[in-house]
């Protein structure tokens, strides 16, 4: 029963999805980093208010990691640049699989 129980209680902490959506912004920062599991890990700047000239007034940071490699060689030629992401969130995150519970599985410019 226990084990049953650990079982459940894995499964909607790591691998449930508890939302996904989309995120748009400017692609920040995006690394391949870790110390003992590499992880590919993403900063997107979200504009919520936006001034004369395109600057920025006020913004949110989306914090994200990547499981596809593919995925990843797309991100990191589109830094500096405003793409859509789409997101799947998860209520936990494991170490070999990235720093945050947000795991993009698609990109686009906008």
Same mark, same amino acid.
């Given at each position: 029963m ?5 079982? &459940?209680?894995?499964?909607? +902490?790591? #691998?449930?999805?508890?939302? /996904?959506g989309?995120r !748009?912004?400017? %692609? ?27 600057? &920025?007034?006020?913004?949110? +940071?989306? #914090?994200?990691?990547?499981? /596809?490699?593919?995925? !990843?060689?797309? %991100? ?27 795991? &993009? ?6």
């Open positions: 226990i084990i049953l129980l650990l079982a &459940v209680f894995t499964y909607f +902490k790591y #691998f449930y999805t508890y939302s /996904d989309y !748009a912004g400017l %692609l920040q920062k995006f690394t391949h980093k870790g110390n003992l599991f590499k992880t590919y890990e993403g900063e997107l700047i979200l504009s919520s208010v936006a001034g004369g000239s395109n600057v &920025v007034i006020a913004s949110e +940071k989306f #914090f994200f990691s990547v499981l /596809d490699k593919s995925l !990843a060689n797309a %991100l990191d030629t589109l830094q500096g640049r405003n793409v859509i992401v789409h997101y799947k969130q998860k209520h936990g995150a494991l170490p070999w699989k990235g720093d945050t519970p947000y795991y &993009v599985d698609s990109v686009r410019l906008r």
